[in-house]
């Protein structure tokens, strides 16, 4: 695969954003292997946005010759109180349910999941004897405005009642790109405040330097898309819209991997989805993620009801289907019943496994390990 090729498919949907593109093309030219990692807060059951959208772009990088890596961030779960701060409950969660779900998300996608690194956070912290070091001489080189303005990656804007912890979180998330040796650090669009910074200070990281080749370089940052919450109503910026994707702790925003076809399709059917609106249209995202990921076999088909005259419409690309639908010639309605169709098809595999596979386990385990209040099942 020459460099056209891996540019191609580094770059194609769901990414949204590369810092830099230029840099990325040089690094490839290297010839070099490239690293990559993306991490997870193990915080719940893992929904299409973790397990398609963010695992089909690491799919993208391993088919590139990339070496990808997902570090599971227990420590950082913890410090941002998930499944309740209990940090028994979050490693067995990372080791059982949450890593044995990405890797068969992978599996799924067409990738290898035997050769993805799973890291935990934990173990890295411990072999890595200059991490905490190199945490604590980043802090004594960035001023807490930096530190502040990166606090949304943890879903929280910042205020007097901030935790001194949650100043830490964005520190400790640049350093594990350097601790990691990562050319290309991959996270959604709602983490780019924080990668910035990885970025803005490599020439500060004097403990662990990014190398490739003989030469210290920057990490490139590649930033997927985000999908809406699926009760969404309209966003005007990229910061709204990554405060309004689908979240684990409401569970009809979200469609999880675990979810039944009953369920898929009657989270679709009440999705916000206004007519002939394209521009944060939860439904017509699912559409893109399900649909026209890559290039399709056969076309994607709505189907009209005989009292608006039946028929047939036939779409082979998005843009297509966008641009019909903001012309008014699709009904919600039918492209919601067409989405459902196809996310149910694409979901099957997942629905099998936790159903009569050993996902089945995994999913109780999860079901024990998480607080009550928030399982999320119904």
Same mark, same amino acid.
């Given at each position: 695969?020459?460099?056209?090729?891996?540019?191609?498919?580094?770059?194609?949907?769901?990414?949204?954003?590369?810092?830099?593109?230029?840099?990325?093309?040089?690094?490839?030219?290297?010839?070099?292997?490239?690293?990559?990692?993306?991490?997870?807060?193990?915080?719940?059951?893992?929904?299409?946005?973790?397990?398609?959208?963010?695992?089909?772009?690491?799919?993208?990088?391993?088919?590139?010759?990339?070496?990808?890596?997902?570090? !599971?961030?227990?420590?950082?779960?913890? !410090?941002?109180?998930?499944?309740?701060?209990?940090?028994?409950?979050?490693?067995?969660?990372?080791?059982?349910?949450?890593?044995?779900?990405?890797?068969?998300?992978?599996?799924?996608?067409?990738?290898?999941?035997?050769?993805?690194?799973?890291?935990?956070?934990?173990?890295?912290?411990?072999? *890595?004897? *200059?991490?905490?070091?190199?945490?604590?001489?980043?802090?004594?080189?960035?001023?807490?405005?930096?530190?502040?303005?990166?606090?949304?990656?943890?879903?929280?804007?910042?205020?007097?009642?901030?935790?001194?912890?949650?100043?830490?979180?964005?520190?400790?998330?640049?350093?594990?790109?350097?601790?990691?040796?990562?050319?290309?650090?991959?996270?959604?669009?709602?983490?780019?405040?924080?990668?910035?910074?990885?970025?803005?200070?490599?020439?500060?990281?004097?403990?662990?330097?990014?190398?490739?080749?003989?030469? *210290?370089?920057?990490?490139?940052?590649?930033?997927?898309? !985000?999908?809406?919450?699926? *009760?969404?109503?309209?966003?005007?910026?990229?910061?709204?819209?990554?405060?309004?994707?689908?979240?684990?702790?409401?569970?009809?925003?979200?469609?999880?991997?675990?979810?039944?076809?009953?369920?898929?399709?009657?989270?679709?059917?009440?999705?916000?989805?206004?007519?002939?609106?394209?521009?944060?249209?939860?439904?017509?995202?699912?559409?893109?993620?399900?649909?026209?990921?890559?290039?399709?076999?056969?076309?994607?088909?709505?189907?009209?009801?005989?009292?608006?005259?039946?028929?047939?419409?036939?779409?082979?690309?998005?843009?297509?289907?966008?641009?019909?639908?903001?012309?008014?010639?699709?009904?919600?309605?039918?492209?919601?019943?067409?989405?459902?169709?196809?996310?149910?098809?694409?979901?099957?595999?997942?629905?099998?496994?936790?159903?009569?596979?050993?996902?089945?386990?995994?999913?109780?385990?999860?079901?024990?390990?998480?607080?009550?209040?928030?399982?999320?099942?119904?």
């Amino acid at each position: 695969m020459d460099v056209e090729e891996k540019l191609s498919l580094i770059m194609r949907f769901p990414t949204e954003e590369v810092l830099t593109g230029d840099e990325l093309r040089q690094y490839l030219e290297t010839g070099h292997q490239l690293r990559h990692y993306i991490g997870f807060e193990i915080s719940g059951f893992v929904h299409i946005g973790t397990g398609i959208i963010s695992m089909s772009k690491l799919v993208d990088l391993q088919r590139a010759g990339v070496k990808v890596s997902i570090l !599971l961030a227990d420590v950082h779960s913890w !410090l941002n109180d998930k499944l309740g701060g209990n940090m028994d409950a979050i490693q067995r969660a990372a080791m059982g349910y949450f890593g044995e779900t990405l890797k068969k998300s992978i599996e799924v996608l067409g990738g290898d999941p035997g050769a993805v690194d799973f890291i935990l956070a934990s173990n890295m912290f411990r072999e *890595n004897e *200059n991490y905490w070091y190199q945490v604590l001489d980043l802090a004594r080189q960035v001023t807490v405005s930096d530190a502040k303005h990166s606090l949304t990656i943890m879903g929280r804007k910042y205020g007097e009642s901030a935790r001194l912890a949650w100043l830490i979180y964005p520190l400790m998330q640049v350093v594990d790109v350097y601790s990691l040796g990562t050319h290309i650090a991959q996270g959604g669009m709602d983490q780019r405040k924080a990668y910035v910074l990885a970025r803005d200070v490599w020439d500060k990281i004097r403990l662990m330097p990014l190398r490739l080749g003989d030469k *210290n370089v920057k990490p490139i940052i590649l930033l997927h898309h !985000l999908i809406p919450a699926l *009760n969404i109503k309209g966003t005007e910026s990229r910061e709204e819209l990554s405060e309004a994707k689908m979240s684990k702790s409401k569970p009809d925003t979200a469609l999880f991997l675990h979810d039944s076809p009953e369920e898929v399709r009657r989270k679709i059917s009440n999705a916000y989805c206004p007519a002939k609106v394209i521009d944060g249209n939860p439904v017509l995202d699912l559409a893109r993620v399900f649909s026209f990921r890559g290039t399709r076999q056969s076309p994607f088909i709505i189907e009209k009801p005989p009292q608006f005259g039946g028929g047939k419409l036939e779409f082979w690309t998005f843009e297509e289907l966008a641009k019909s639908y903001e012309a008014g010639a699709v009904h919600p309605m039918d492209l919601k019943k067409a989405v459902a169709e196809e996310a149910v098809k694409a979901m099957e595999p997942f629905h099998k496994w936790f159903t009569t596979g050993p996902g089945a386990s995994l999913l109780e385990q999860m079901r024990q390990l998480m607080p009550r209040s928030s399982t999320g099942d119904h």
